[in-house]
């Protein structure tokens, strides 16, 4: 099984902030070193420095860096470190009519959720198949099971890293490589703001569903959805529900 080992490296996109931010915390604990990927420089450097006083034995490096560009650049960056785990967590999305958002932005998306994932999973997946060991964390979301009107780009995004996931998993089995899809709904983080949403009610903590995605990666899973309600939805919606009925009733909702 997977485990976070005390001295390895974990690189972490999106790092500065949600989730990324507190599984840099989370595993500052645990004694691993950490490279975090971010855009806000500043904000990188205030999480590294609260993972160093969090544990004070682990280095903690950053690099600011917009994923949509060149990833070529990047990995002359990070080629030197040894790294075991890596945790796809950078992505965002844009709430509203598919039509009333600027191209770019959709573009953008797709480059930061989908392409920019695949690279670094590519890249990192023969690494650790040629070394037997390591495992890749990819953040999806519950909007993966689901057609979202008003979400349609950012929706098929993580459709397509929740199938992408799971498909890699079955296949770096044999390599002795762990691949795990963590599908959080509603959580507490600067998604929203930057989503064009507001007034979002009953949102998870990033604690809870980082401390939940740590203890499922090490336990093998290949899929994580925190919260019991959140698994429930899926369980009884993906069996019982069509999708076309069902991308009728959350135009409604949403």
Known sequence: MPKFQSGEWVLITGGSSGLGEEFAYQLANKGVNLILIGRDSERLKKVSEKTRKINKKIDSLTFSFDLSKDLHKLIEKLQNFNVTHLINNAGFGWYGNFTNANQEIYEKMILVNISTLTYLSRYYAEKFS?????????????????????????????????????????????????????????????????????????????????????????????????????????????????????????????
């Not at 495992?135 to 999806?140: E, S």
């Not at 909007?143 to 397509?160: D, E, N, R, S």
Request: net charge positive.
């Open 130 to 254: 040629k070394r037997k060991n390591g495992g890749i964390i990819n953040v999806a979301s519950v909007a993966a099971f689901f057609p979202i009107p008003h979400f349609a780009v950012y929706g098929a995004t993580k459709a397509y890293v929740y199938n992408f996931s799971l498909s890699l998993w079955a296949e770096m089995r044999k390599n002795n490589v762990h691949v795990m899809c963590l599908a959080p709904g509603k959580t507490k983080t600067r998604f929203f703001e930057r989503a064009n949403m507001k007034n979002q009610k009953k949102l998870m903590s990033t604690k809870f569903v980082v401390k939940g995605a740590i203890n499922a990666y090490e336990k093998n899973k290949p899929l994580y959805i925190p919260g019991t309600s959140n698994k429930l939805l899926y369980s009884l919606v993906r069996g019982i529900v069509s999708d076309k009925f069902l991308a009728k009733i959350l135009e409604k909702l949403f």
